[in-house]
């Protein structure tokens, strides 16, 4: 057994930029072929407006490394959009061995985050909706071809903020901590042929995401609630934990959160 994913096929949801892309990279130059799947930017009704990236720059890098891909622009959030990217990731490929949730987020263009008495009912469907739902449908979707083919790796990703109270998020907290139980019920319902492990990250370095870096490493090295390693995680650190849960290497690992914050005190 090792790391060597050669030929295996991995959808990466939210894989144009952040956790997602560095995903798409890690899985690819550990030789699985992938399906780059991000959505548009969207008019802002109840929130603020996110970054967001094409897919055709990590598809050309993929293929840089010599390995097949293609970009599917999908909004995951719609039953519909996630059934045409499965007709197309078979068109292409024929099969899928790997998917990895990466789509969610505290806050968005339809929902803001924020104390318990500053939310709406909007705001908690709609968290729900973007971290939830979205991981549902789309492992629905692939479970069946899973099956069939006898073996399949779903990971999910999850945050800390899932693993205990989370005062200024808490809508997102709670739809983070469905991602975990789902996860388990999954793992329950699927096995053996298809595993499913959830990945609960801490705060996490990227470009895209000012606003939560600066607060972060304030937070990080606040004395009596620093990480242990004292630091924010990089993409490329979390996408090394995909890696490992798509592989064989953890092949009896199933319905597992793993916690990947650092030892963040919280």
């Known amino acids: 057994m090792d790391f060597d994913l050669k030929d295996r096929v991995a959808i990466v949801t939210g894989g144009a930029q952040g956790l997602g892309r560095a995903c798409c990279m890690e899985l690819a130059k550990h030789g699985a072929n992938i399906v780059v799947v991000a959505r548009e930017a969207e008019q802002v009704t109840a929130g603020r407006s996110r970054p967001h990236a094409p897919v055709d720059d990590v598809v050309s ?9 293609i970009g599917v622009t999908a909004d995951v959030r719609d039953k519909g ?10 068109s292409e490929f024929g099969t899928v061995d790997i998917l990895v949730n990466v789509v969610g987020g505290s806050w968005g263009e339809t929902f803001k985050a924020g104390p318990l008495m500053e939310l709406t009912e909007n705001d908690l469907i709609e968290a729900y909706r973007v971290n939830l739902v979205t991981m549902f449908q789309c492992s629905v979707a692939v479970v069946p071809v899973m099956k069939k083919q006898g073996k399949g790796s779903i990971i999910n990703i999850a945050s800390i903020a899932g693993r205990a109270p989370s005062p200024d998020s808490p809508a997102y907290g709670a739809a983070k901590a469905g991602v975990i139980n789902m996860t388990q019920s999954m793992a329950a319902s699927w096995g053996p042929e298809v595993r499913v492990n959830v990945i609960a990250v801490g705060g996490i370095e990227t470009p ?7 607060s972060s490493a304030a937070m990080y090295t606040a004395p009596g609630t620093s990480s242990a390693l004292g630091r924010l995680g990089t993409p490329e650190e979390h996408a090394g934990t995909v890696v490992w849960l798509a592989s064989d290497y953890a092949g009896y690992i199933t319905g597992e959160c793993i916690d990947a914050n650092g030892g963040t005190r919280r």
């Open 61 to 69: 890098e993929i293929q840089a490394l010599g390995r097949k891909a």
């Open 81 to 90: 959009q996630v059934e045409a990217m499965m007709e197309r990731t078979l």
């Open 208 to 214: 895209h995401r000012p606003r939560w870096s600066e």
